[in-house]
């Protein structure tokens, strides 16, 4: 498949398997579609399914799948944990290779409508794919559940649907359609039966209530089990990791006197989610995916820069040159540290070792900061797009639009100057290895400064566009005057640096 995405929609039935049979049947009745995983729970009375395709038989797989729903659950006789609004509650598509987001957004319409026009129940935009501010967090369009949701359909202009009359389904509710990435379902139980401790705790951690930003959760009772349940969603695991979560609900627990029996994962979830858990857990130094056994037995080489590449020359504006940026940053990084790693490896002396292990210990946190700017610069980008596309039909709207729009900004500034403080930073602590490093690895080190230097010119010009449209003057020329004092004393540094490498050479 050159263009894979993947769909994850929820179905309001957790506890008769042979009616997700069936709708998983129906999915799978569309040629080209790859059932990954299907997952089922009692006491949440849902269902998550997880299957790819292309974007050619994407839309008509989901609509199957939404079309059967409707015909055998009734959401007027449905109970369960999980908050819900429709038979098909939501469905998500998720750009996984050679897909922008923009595509996922154009299908989810597709969809939404479809949904709307033929099987006459109303459909909501969410996340990526959302037309209004407020329906970006499904959590508010849920409000109500469905029978809250009968009334304020009809009643509130704000929860209109996107796609269908003002009016739910009789038995199968309304839909919600969307894009976003790739979300982890990941639950803690704690050992408690005291449901008042779960909700606490995930009002502590969700962003909405002043958690973490990537995090929405809800306590729930787990009968089976006879315990609580934290359940989360990770909209985005790069932003915030799933071992920082388990810690603060460890912590949060622990204030109650309960500790954590268990925690899982519904669904898929991306490799490096958890690679990231265990490097963080097991404290491993340096270590690589290619380290990965099963990997290399899989096919060898991973295509994360090839994919990287494709989506950089799409006509999309993310991932742009910031990301590029952060990538060079990141390349630069990893030669200091290979430089470094064989400098190591035969020291001429044990005061070449004293100086150098902390550069390398400084270096593998350089390079990971750098790794995670890549995706952090793309996603700053599109909150700007996101504050444009606001409404500004009156004045106190259009007021709003633009404090958004002036603080997704600089929002919008804060990773590329980050790039650029990194970069000189990492400049800075090249000076040592060019001068003592293996003399064999010097045209090395000139690479990662020249890598560097690009980061740091690539962050300075994505800070400039980004003040072009600030209103803020004392802003701007804080940023302009930081830049330029750097510049100055970084350009010194690194005439010294190419000297010596030139000397060397």
Known sequence: MSKIIECVPNFSE????????????????????????????????????????????????????????????????????????????????????????????????????????????????????????????????????????????????????????????????ATVVGARFPLIAYNINLNTTDLSIAKKIAKAIRFR????????????????????????????????????????????????????????????????????????????????????????????????????????SQSTPTPGGGSCAALSGAIGASLLLMVTNITLAKPESDEITKEFTPIKATLAKVQKRFYEYISLDAESFNKVMKAYKLPKATDEEKAKRTEAIQQALKDACAIPEKVFDLAKETIFLSQSIAAKGNKNTISDVGVAVSSLKTAMEGGRLNVLINLKTIKDRNYIDEKISKIEKSLSVVENVITDINRTIENKL
Request: aromatic share 8%; charged share 25%.
């Open 14 to 173: 957790g506890r008769r398997p042979e009616i997700i049979d069936k709708i998983v049947s129906a999915i799978q009745s569309v040629q080209g579609v790859v059932l990954l995983d299907k997952e089922m729970n009692a006491d949440h009375n849902r269902a998550v399914v997880s299957f790819i395709g292309e974007p050619s038989n994407i839309v008509e797989a989901a609509f199957q799948g939404c079309k059967k729903a409707s015909e055998l659950i009734d959401l007027t006789v449905h109970q369960g944990e999980h908050p819900r609004m429709g038979a098909t509650d939501v469905i998500p598509f998720i750009p996984i290779s050679n897909v922008t987001m923009e595509e996922c957004v154009y299908l989810a319409k597709e969809l939404g409508k479809r949904i709307a026009d033929e099987l006459k129940i109303p459909v909501y935009l969410y996340e990526a794919a959302a037309t209004r501010a407020h329906c970006i967090d499904l959590a508010n369009i849920r409000k109500g559940e469905f029978e809250g949701l009968k009334t304020a359909i009809k009643t509130d202009p704000t929860r209109a649907p996107d796609f269908g009359k003002p009016e739910l389904h009789p038995t199968a509710g």
């Open 209 to 312: 209530d002043g958690g973490y930003r990537y995090a929405k959760a809800l306590g729930f009772a787990i009968k089976e089990k006879n315990c609580v349940q934290v359940s989360i969603n990770m909209t985005n695991y790069l932003g915030t990791p799933l071992f920082r979560v388990f810690e603060t609900v460890k912590r949060e627990a622990e204030q109650y006197g309960v500790t954590i029996k268990e925690s899982e994962i519904v669904g898929l979830t991306p490799e490096k989610a958890l690679i990231d858990s265990a490097v963080y857990y097991l404290q491993l130094d340096e270590f690589k995916p290619e380290q990965i056994l099963e990997s290399k037995l899989q096919g060898g080489k991973s295509k994360g820069i090839e994919d990287f590449l494709f989506e950089v």
